[in-house]
């Protein structure tokens, strides 16, 4: 191999191209990963309507990838401290390069703000090189945290869960679920049908998903919903009324915005109980302000209000622990319904971006 193909996005709206690279020169303890699968993820769908910040166009997207070591010049570790060889099917993290040194990192710990963070397919420019999956061969950079893929994990059980399962173990957490809660999920996306999944596997009670279209809300029973509200067939006073039947009057112990909505995050707030928490994981874009009234809805009902911003290493290797244990009951491998090449990326965010699927897989 001498030169990779790769699917570039050259600006916000823009066709996708695909265009020809080189095969970069590998440093000590890096390897060029030759693709299996990547994703077309709702990020993706941002990024192609410009509504990230920052983002250094032209790109190569896909920022979680599945794929087989084809160069390695080693030594290349694997987060167990296992070494990895040509020929292992291997995943990464796809956050790169935070520093470990600065406010956000050492002092407040929240290394997700750090502001050397570099991701996979986001904040790469394709002038610096195969930095993203939708490309036949990507570059694992010195210091990626990589790892092989569980016994029994499949690529398409990885890459069906992918950034979406990754989300929301960070989501999980940051609810702090406790066994019995009830829990509404705001949001059938890819990272609602993983908040599902995770809150039935950490015991919740009564799991609540609001959302649409139709194959979104079926698989989100299939994913662990007791209950699923559509989101075009009923109005705001009828779910409000459901979930008062389902909590005995008083709201759900935990809610979890995944719809990128502010009109949700209104909603959602005034269906937590008192002494309740609300998490938003959904508004990676900013998609303009919420009205409310934070005396009647935070204050007086003592709720916990948490942000929940992209994620760290330990929820990408906790994720295939989970993927390892439940992939083959829980049917992440379902969210990616769809198969596109590199040719086809275009028809890939217009079938995104219309809701056709939860995501679209890419297989260069």
């Not at 570059?139 to 989300?167: F, M, N, Q, S, W």
């Not at 999980?172 to 829990?183: H, K, M, N, Y």
Request: proline share 5%; charged share 20%; aromatic share 4%.
């Amino acid at each position: 191999m001498t030169t990779v193909r790769a699917a570039v996005m050259p600006a916000p709206l823009a066709r996708v191209e695909v265009r020809d690279f080189a095969v970069p020169d590998l440093e000590p303890g890096s390897a060029l990963l030759r693709v299996i699968y990547s994703e077309v993820c709702g990020t993706d769908v941002h990024l192609w309507h410009g509504r990230l910040a920052g983002v250094p166009y032209p790109i190569i997207p896909g920022h979680v990838s599945v794929g087989r070591l084809d160069q390695v010049r080693g030594p290349l570790i694997a987060a167990d401290g296992s070494p990895l060889g040509e020929g292992d099917v291997v995943v990464f993290y796809d956050v790169h390069r935070t520093c470990g040194r600065c406010h956000a990192c050492t002092v407040a710990r929240t290394p997700t703000r750090c502001p050397s963070r570099r991701v996979y397919g986001i904040t790469d420019p394709a002038a610096e090189g195969l930095f993203g999956g939708w490309a036949e061969a990507l570059y694992l950079e010195p210091g990626v945290v990589a790892a092989r893929l569980p016994a029994g994990v499949t690529p398409e059980d990885y890459i069906g869960g992918g950034c979406g399962l990754v989300t929301a173990v960070h989501g999980i957490e940051r609810a702090r679920l406790g066994l019995g809660d009830s829990v509404l999920v705001q949001g059938v996306g890819a990272v609602g049908l993983s908040l599902i999944a995770l809150a039935r596997l950490s015991g919740a009670g009564t799991i609540i998903a609001v959302g649409a279209p139709d194959d979104r809300l079926a698989l989100a029973r299939r994913m662990g919903a007791d209950v699923v509200l559509d989101l075009r067939t009923t109005t705001e006073n009828d779910r409000r009324d459901l979930v008062a039947s389902r909590t005995a009057g008083r709201g759900v112990d935990v809610a979890i915005e995944a719809a990128g909505s502010a009109r949700a995050v209104e909603e959602g707030l005034a269906l937590v109980r008192d002494g309740g928490a609300y998490v938003v994981a959904g508004h990676y874009t900013d998609v303009g302000p919420s009205s409310i009234n934070v005396h009647q809805l935070v204050n007086r009902k003592h709720l916990d209000v948490r942000g929940c911003w992209g994620s760290e290493a330990r929820h990408f290797l906790r994720a295939l622990d989970i993927l390892g244990r439940h992939a083959e009951r829980v049917p992440w491998r379902e969210i990616g319904s769809a198969v596109y090449g590199l040719t086809e990326l275009n028809q890939a965010l217009a079938a995104a971006e219309a809701m056709q699927m939860p995501k679209a897989l890419v297989r260069p």
